[in-house]
């Protein structure tokens, strides 16, 4: 099993819109992907900033590589990755060692 791990920033102001769109578009989309595992949203809020975290768990490389989501890459998208002040363009894949 392989982690995906993608991170932003984005100020606490706008942070819960941001959620909504990822609830409604992005979630769905990984959940509904062939070898996506799980997916995960993880918050760090930090005064005016808060720190965002997707990891999700797939099958394998391959999974993750094929996964390409049309909805992902339209304007709507790019509109609302514009209310982050900064994220990675890629995202980093671990294995994971141990799983109970």
């Not at 909504?20 to 993880?42: F, M």
């Not at 930090?46 to 965002?52: M, N, P, W």
């Not at 609302?80 to 994220?87: G, I, N, Q, T, W």
Request: aromatic share 12%; with cysteine; proline share 2%.
């Amino acid at each position: 099993m392989l982690a995906r791990i993608w991170r932003g920033i984005a100020r606490t102001s706008v942070v819960e819109k941001y959620f909504h769109y990822v609830s409604e578009r992005v979630i769905p989309a990984y959940r509904a992907a062939r070898g996506c595992r799980d997916v995960w949203v993880l918050q760090q809020m930090q005064g005016e900033f808060t720190s965002l975290v997707l990891l999700s768990f797939w099958e394998s490389r391959e999974a993750i590589e094929s996964f390409a989501d049309p909805q992902l890459e339209s304007e709507s998208h790019r509109d609302e990755r514009e209310s982050l002040l900064a994220f990675e363009s890629t995202a980093t894949v671990y294995e994971v060692m141990i799983v109970d």
